[in-house]
């Protein structure tokens, strides 16, 4: 049997995870054959409405096996493989499934009530230990967020990728670091940015959409070429305000600092050193 390793498949500007199917197959089924398994799974869920999409969300990666070598395989995302997961009759499987079942079941109460999202994010919040300043100022900025992604979907942006890069212009413009860079910067893997940004980070954010958000109501700005523009002078001007608060205070506004826990953080700090030591 080929074992393979977690592969973390990037796409422009931004990250996203994708899993080995027979992998996971493996984990779940303690199938002697995954392979076979995973081959069958996949003919008796052609009959099934709905696969034909699932399944060219399938991509093929190359991951290193157990021999060393690379080898084509069936990788999903995180939303693919939950709906494969679904599929497997398997006693590993079944806590996998309640949880799906509860979450639906909150995304359902949330869609009645959408107070409870933002109670939910609250609570979340505050267990992690986050100010009451800091929550307003995240659940605040969202919104103004929400609003430009609105405006982007009714003018023409309609690709997934075209509202990462879109976000990421505004944010390498009023930064001076793509998304990627700051994540990097403050040891983020998979974690939301946003989630770790400083009180400070969070509003510089704020404005510099809204302002982009603003500047393309103003010009009409439809499709992705004229919001580009509309992203990049909308960062600007977050920057320069950055720019004169920095100069001001002498202090950066654009920091390392996270909310890991602080075991987490240790560790990734030991790792950083062991790998400049390595290299």
């Excluded at 303690?30 to 399944?55: A, C, H, M, T, V």
């Excluded at 991951?63 to 693919?80: I, P, W």
């Excluded at 890069?165 to 793509?178: A, D, F, K, P, Y």
Aim: proline share 3%.
């Amino acid at each position: 049997m080929q074992r393979h390793r977690t592969s973390l498949f990037l796409q422009p500007d931004y990250e996203k995870w994708y899993f080995s199917v027979i992998d996971i197959i493996s984990i779940l089924t303690e199938s002697k054959n995954p392979r076979r398994y995973w081959s069958d799974l996949k003919i008796k869920l052609s009959d099934e409405e709905g696969f034909s999409q699932l399944y060219e969300k399938i991509v093929q990666l190359k991951l290193t096996s157990s021999d060393g070598k690379k080898y084509n395989t069936d990788c999903a995302d995180v939303e693919t493989l939950l709906r494969i997961i679904q599929s497997i009759p398997s006693k590993k499987a079944e806590p996998v499934k309640q949880w799906l079942a509860r979450v639906g079941y909150e995304r359902m109460k949330e869609l009645a009530d959408p107070s409870t999202a933002l109670d939910r994010a609250r609570d979340i919040w505050q267990k992690q230990g986050r100010s009451a300043k800091w929550i307003q100022q995240r659940m605040s900025g969202q919104e103004t967020r929400n609003k430009l992604t609105d405006y982007w979907a009714e003018h023409g942006i309609e690709e997934s990728n075209e509202f990462a890069i879109l976000t990421n212009i505004i944010h390498q413009e009023w930064t001076g670091l793509t998304v990627k860079e700051h994540k990097q910067l403050k040891n983020l893997k998979s974690q939301n940015l946003r989630d770790h940004m400083s009180e400070a980070e969070l509003i510089f954010t704020a404005p510099a959409e809204l302002s982009t958000r603003q500047i393309a109501e103003s010009e009409e700005a439809t499709g992705f070429s004229e919001n580009k523009q509309s992203a990049k002078r909308g960062g600007n001007i977050a920057k320069q305000a950055r720019e004169k608060l920095e100069l001001e205070t002498g202090k950066k506004v654009v920091t390392g600092e996270n909310f890991l826990p602080e075991r987490k953080q240790n560790q990734i700090n030991n790792k950083n050193k062991s790998n400049k030591k390595e290299a």
